[in-house]
């Protein structure tokens, strides 16, 4: 299984930016698939997650109403659409997927087996 991300970049604070996760090797529309953001000197954290089949979505607190993940089962990516940046956004942002199937969101890091290498996300203030 492999996962390309991309999408990252240098934003002023209000602006957007749009993560692309690009996955191999499994049937990715039945499977969960989660970003998460890392800033220096701080523990990876959940940023959001969408349900294999149906497509739920969860959400962080500190992104709702201003991120949106989403997946295109055709072309095996899942998105997450940042708006209205802020400079604590600022992180390496990671794309992951478990080795299970899973029609749930999983927002706990443990669950996810495969990770992305990352993207860099700065927003400047």
């Known amino acids: 299984v492999q996962l390309q991300a991309s999408g990252g970049g240098l934003v002023q604070a209000g602006g957007s930016l749009r993560l692309s996760c690009a996955i191999s090797g499994l049937t990715f529309s039945s499977y969960a698939m989660g970003w998460f953001r890392q800033a220096p000197g701080k523990e990876r954290e959940f940023v959001a997650s969408i349900s294999g089949g149906f497509g739920s979505t969860y959400y962080a607190d500190s992104v709702k109403g201003r991120f949106t993940i989403s997946r295109d089962n055709a072309r095996n990516t899942v998105y997450l659409q940042m708006n209205r940046l802020k400079p604590e956004d600022t992180a390496v942002y990671y794309c992951?997927?478990?080795?299970?199937?899973?029609?749930?969101?999983?927002?706990?890091?443990?669950?996810?087996?495969?990770w992305g290498q990352g993207t860099q996300v700065t927003v400047s203030s």
């Open positions: 992951a997927v478990p080795r299970i199937q899973h029609t749930s969101v999983l927002i706990d890091r443990g669950s996810y087996d495969y």
